[in-house]
């Protein structure tokens, strides 16, 4: 910290303290423009993954883990951005996610777009706030479009062939796209499962994703039941248990011990003896109950040692342990059972009932994995993701997740949009004709909007090797002179323009909840016009 010593008109002393030194600060269209060219320059970054035909990105962690994707919000969270306008378009995109769970890449591409647009019109001196509220306005027409051009999809259990439409959309710009029929209908079969079709929600804790490295994608198969990652205790118990009876226990096999801190002192052979029948005769005592219940098998959250384990084989008492507490609930939900926490409150009505309880191997590694089918309560299952290595594995989760979300969202709210960037300029056709009725200056930012909503079909052109401004007048030109909302860009090149032929469809809340979060995120950076920032004291 520098300091001035001076004095005033009278001669009495006084010291200047040069605390500015220490914050640096940008304000007015100036702190504007920083902002918008830092979120531009995040937005490129996913642009090029938009689409079908979209690139993918190798993001590498501190710790040298790989990951690749095209999914815009893993893009986004796994950037180290310090940036903090770049980090409220990491917060959009999982947002999106969470609210959606699909289209994380377009919110941040038209969230660049409509930042871009701004930046040309404050150059030509339009006030921040002029340009926010015509982006207001337009994203109210938007939106209202949407819900005219949207279409209502109709399916029911038997009927699922719209809904499989629609996730194979989610899945067509993903990595599994080379077994793209069999993942949009594991995605289907897994959320119609589960789905509570008269609240018309579904509850993600019943689906599993286990993932195994090894075999190919197409491997990948849905379990209506559970997949536990453990094997049985003993390598000698039998590997298959029909008609299983399940005791699921929270507690440990092995003697009570004291809450508190204690010492036992052990001065002669026979105290040792007396413990050591004493720990054998519990262990007994532990093994009868669970056999005078009913249960044929056990799944205990703690481990247990060799003795209860030869003492279980030897009653022929199957037991799986380390069972972790997630699936130890999942297990309970599956089975009808109830967790069990002390040996005395075991019951036969507390038990969990299976058709099958089987130890599976996988490949030559001598990975196990447990599987519980034909449960009694049929609204649990397990997606079980096989690839050639842990990126592909993981990358399918994501990709199922993905359209598992596209899915849920058709039973919540069943109308649909059309894909290829067909609603996109529907919409930017609607605005600009709406943006010619309005008299004030707002019609600038009305238009600005329009523009940023091409740029959507323009990326997906440009990201399918397509020349990107002749394709967009084209298919403009074409919705302008048919009246057709569901022409959109060919990315395939199958030389069908319409979306509806191709079955390329997306779900309305996500479309609108897009634009809505875009716009709002586009607003709140424009508001901001003064930035101060404390550097750290240099030592």
Not at 45 to 69: A, E, H
Not at 272 to 281: A, N, S
Not at 315 to 332: F, N
Not at 474 to 479: E, I, P, T
């Amino acid at each position: 910290m520098s300091a001035v010593y001076t004095t005033d008109e009278y001669g009495r002393p006084f010291i200047i303290v040069r605390e500015q030194d220490k914050k640096a600060r940008t304000t007015g269209i100036e702190a504007t423009k920083a902002h918008i060219m830092a979120a531009k320059t995040v937005a490129n970054i996913v642009r090029t993954s938009l689409g079908p035909r979209g690139l993918d990105k190798i993001l590498i962690s501190p710790d040298g883990d790989i990951t690749v994707s095209n999914d815009g919000a893993t893009i986004m969270s796994q950037m180290a951005i310090e940036n903090q306008i770049g980090k409220l378009l990491v917060e959009l995109s999982k947002s999106q996610d969470d609210e959606i769970g699909d289209g994380t890449t377009g919110i941040v591409v038209l969230a660049g777009a409509l930042l871009e647009q701004a930046e040309e019109l404050l150059d030509r001196g339009i006030h921040p706030i002029r340009i926010s509220d015509g982006f207001e306005q337009a994203c109210k027409i938007a939106v209202a479009h949407l819900d005219k051009v949207s279409d209502v999809i109709p399916w029911s259990k038997d009927n699922t062939s719209d809904l499989f439409k629609c996730a194979k959309t989610s899945l067509g710009s993903k990595i599994v796209n080379k077994c793209h029929d069999q993942f949009a209908q594991i995605a289907v079969d897994a959320i119609l499962a589960v789905a509570d079709l008269e609240r018309q929600d579904v509850d993600f804790e019943l689906i599993k994703m286990e993932g195994r490295v090894g075999g190919e994608l197409a491997d990948t198969a849905l379990v209506h039941g559970v997949i536990i990652d453990k094997d049985f205790s003993h390598p000698q118990m039998p590997k298959e248990v029909k008609d299983a009876k399940i005791a699921i226990l929270t507690c440990p096999f092995e003697p009570p011990k004291p809450k508190t801190k204690h010492k036992l002192d052990i001065t002669s052979v026979k105290e040792f003896e007396e413990l050591q029948r004493y720990e054998h005769d519990t262990f007994e005592k532990m093994v009868q109950q669970v056999k005078d219940c009913g249960a044929n098998i056990v799944a205990c959250q703690w481990g247990f040692d060799d003795e209860a384990n030869s003492l279980l084989l030897q009653h022929r008492l199957p037991a799986i342990r380390w069972v972790g507490g997630p699936e130890i609930e999942l297990l309970a939900i599956a089975t009808n059972g109830r967790i069990v926490p002390r040996f005395e409150d075991l019951s036969r009505e507390k038990l969990g009932s299976a058709g099958t309880i089987r130890e599976v191997t996988y490949g030559t590694t001598n990975e196990n994995m447990i599987v519980v089918e034909d449960c009694a309560n049929s609204k649990a299952v397990t997606v079980l993701v096989r690839g050639g290595n842990k990126m592909i594995v993981d990358e399918a989760k994501r990709s199922l997740h993905d359209a598992m979300c596209v899915v849920r969202n058709l039973i919540t709210d069943n109308r649909v949009v059309y894909g290829g960037a067909a609603a996109e300029i529907s919409c930017s056709i609607a605005v600009e004709q709406e943006a010619d009725q309005v008299s004030s200056i707002e019609q600038y930012a009305m238009r600005s909007f329009a523009r940023a909503l091409d740029a959507i079909p323009m990326t997906l052109a440009e990201n399918s090797g397509l020349p990107p401004i002749e394709t967009l007048s084209h298919v403009k030109s074409q919705q302008t002179t048919l009246g057709v909302s569901s022409l959109g860009v060919d990315c395939m090149d199958t030389g069908v323009s319409d979306m509806k032929e191709q079955f390329v469809f997306d779900p309305l809340i996500s479309k609108r909840q897009q634009y809505l979060l875009a716009t709002q995120l586009v607003k709140m950076i424009l508001k901001i016009d003064d930035v101060i920032v404390h550097k750290a004291d240099e030592q």
